[in-house]
Every structure is written in structure tokens, then in C-alpha cells.
Nanobody, 119 residues
Framework: VQLQASGGGLVQPGGSLRLSCGTS????????MGWYRQAPGKQRELVAH???????NYADSVKGRFSISVDNAKNTAYLQMSSLKHEDTAVYYC??????????????WGQGTLVTVSS
């Protein structure tokens, strides 16, 4: 699956941004879509994911501020980020996981999108 990420940029603390991740295949065929992020000098961390069944999971640090969703018609996943903080500054990577069997899966990545939260 090829992923096309967009939507990063510079935003002030307290502001909002929406990241998008378009897929080359029907998004309904993808089991999990989500985003990781990596801040300078830090390990990559899972931000949020959504399953094909609509279940979502968020990092504690973004709960209540970020929301992940998919638009099946547009084959696109979104990460709506609100009440952004300095510590949200990072490169965000979207990913797509397809489960072929319970033990065999593939994961593809979009290009990183830089989100900078600064006044």
C-alpha cells in the first residue's frame, strides 16, 4: 500500500492541525491505520490507530486532544489534533497494516510530516 501523508506545519500552542494519509488501495481492505511520531532526541511513539472495525486507541499524552478517523469514500485517514502543545512537536508518520493471517501481516509507511508547535 502506498501512503501519501500531508497536513503538517507550524502552529501556535493551543492551535489545531489535521493530518491526512491517503492510501493507494481501498481503505476498507486495511486492518489498521495510524500514526507514530518521533520528536528530536526521543524514541518513536504510537500516537493513535484505528481498526477497520472502527476501534480506536490513543497514547495517553494525546487522549482528549487528538481524534483519528477514516473516510472510506476518499480512502483517507485523518488525525485531527487540537489543543496542541510544544511537546507535540515531532515528525508524524502514518502507517497501514494489513493482516493476512493472525501471524502474518504487512505494514507500510507514509513519508514523515513535520508538526511544529511554537509561538
Amino acid at each position: 500500500v502506498q501512503l501519501q501523508a500531508s497536513g503538517g506545519g507550524l502552529v501556535q500552542p493551543g492551535g489545531s492541525l489535521r493530518l491526512s494519509c491517503g492510501t493507494s488501495e481501498s481503505i476498507v481492505s486495511i486492518n489498521i491505520m495510524g500514526w507514530y511520531r518521533q520528536a528530536p532526541g526521543k524514541q518513536r511513539e504510537l500516537v493513535a490507530h484505528i481498526t477497520s472495525g472502527g476501534s480506536t486507541n490513543y497514547a495517553d499524552s494525546v487522549k482528549g486532544r487528538f481524534s483519528i478517523s477514516v473516510d472510506n469514500a476518499k480512502n483517507t485517514a485523518y488525525l485531527q489534533m487540537s489543543s496542541l502543545k510544544h511537546e507535540d512537536t515531532a515528525v508524524y508518520y502514518c502507517y497501514a497494516t494489513i493482516m493476512f493471517t493472525r501471524s502474518i501481516s504487512s505494514r507500510d509507511w507514509g513519508q514523515g510530516t513535520l508538526v511544529t508547535v511554537s509561538s
